[in-house]
């Protein structure tokens, strides 16, 4: 299945008890002071089987970017209907660049994708929950838990756009030491056929 076929659908039109979980639209505030707008348009899933079949891109389903959201705690967010940010296209897309240029398959950790607002770990304040950033903890044979590797793999995926940030090697705030960190922003994606207009 190609991601065109999935449904697209305003969070601000979604039931209320969704909306008070993905708070579509709404301003959040990131560690450095920062405010940027939440993404307001997902494509709405309609099961696990179906997350499993859509290829956002060749080498990678939406079951990939999409299981840490599908596990966790909050029961209505476990649950489908699931709603993910429009922008993780773009997320594949540039997931897709990088295993080409590493020449090898590209592995998701398993809470290393998107993440709604209201997941435990990060919230709101986590660029996760743009659906733009992945941790990835291997490429073809290689873990990513030391420096080297993470500093090798990482500079290839920040020379592949001006766009991506790469988290450096170390265990302060703002650093990784056991997988590669990769995002692309604060991007939200209003879709072709879709209002911002209230």
Known sequence: MRAEVLRTVDGLRLPEKYRALLRPGET??????????????????????????????????LAELM?????????????????????IVLLARFLEDFRREVDAPVFISANGGYRSPAHQVGGAKSIHAWGTAANIYRVGDAFLSDAKSIEKYGVIAASLSPAVFVRSFGREKGQTDDHLHIDLGYVSVTPRECSEAN
């Open 67 to 87: 299981l840490v959201d599908c596990r966790e705690a909050r029961l209505l967010l476990s649950t489908f209907p699931h709603y993910v940010p429009f922008a």
């Open 28 to 61: 959040e505030t990131d560690l450095l002071g920062n405010v940027h707008r939440l993404p307001r348009f997902f494509y709405e899933i309609g099961s696990w089987e179906e997350a499993h079949e859509i290829r956002l891109a060749p080498h990678f389903t």
